[in-house]
C-alpha cells in the first residue's frame, strides 16, 4: 500500500496562497488517482480536489473551483494542491488520498497521508 506524506501547510492572511505538497512511496505512483481532502474543526472530512492516472482529469469541489489546483509529477511521486485566494473557510487540516480505482468517487480513497493544517487568518 502507498504511504503519503503531506508538506506544505502553514498560516497565511487571507488572499494569499499555499501550496501543499504530498510525497508517496511504497507503490507504482502513476497507477493512482490521487487526491486531496479536509477536515475543519467540528465538521466532516470533505472532498477538495482529485488528479486521474497520468493528470488528464481533475475535479473539485464547488468551493475550490477557479482557486485552487490541483497537479501530480509522477517523475517525483508527488502531488501537488496550489492554493490562491484562500480565505478564512479554507482553515482545516488537508489529507492527501490515494486509490487505484481509475474514476474515483471520494468514497474510494483507501491510502491516507497525516494531515496538514492550513490556517487563513482574516
Known amino acids: 500500500q502507498v504511504q503519503l506524506v503531506e508538506s506544505g501547510g502553514g498560516l497565511v492572511q487571507a488572499g494569499g496562497s499555499l501550496r501543499l505538497s504530498c510525497a508517496a512511496s511504497?507503490?507504482?505512483?502513476?497507477?493512482?488517482?490521487m487526491g486531496w481532502f479536509r477536515q475543519a474543526p467540528g465538521k466532516e472530512r470533505e472532498f477538495v480536489a482529485a488528479?486521474?492516472?497520468?493528470?488528464?482529469?481533475?475535479n473539485y469541489v464547488d468551493s475550490v473551483k477557479g482557486r485552487f489546483t490541483i497537479s501530480r509529477d509522477d517523475a517525483k511521486n508527488t502531488v501537488y494542491l496550489q492554493m490562491n485566494s484562500l480565505k478564512p473557510e479554507d482553515t482545516a487540516v488537508y489529507y492527501c488520498?490515494?486509490?487505484?480505482?481509475?474514476?474515483?468517487?471520494?468514497?474510494?480513497?483507501?491510502?491516507w497521508g497525516q494531515g496538514t493544517q492550513v490556517t487563513v487568518s482574516s
Open positions: 488520498a490515494a486509490t487505484l480505482r481509475p474514476h474515483a468517487r471520494p468514497t474510494d480513497f483507501d491510502s
Open positions: 488528479i486521474s492516472w497520468l493528470g488528464h482529469n481533475s
Open positions: 511504497g507503490g507504482t505512483f502513476s497507477s493512482y488517482t
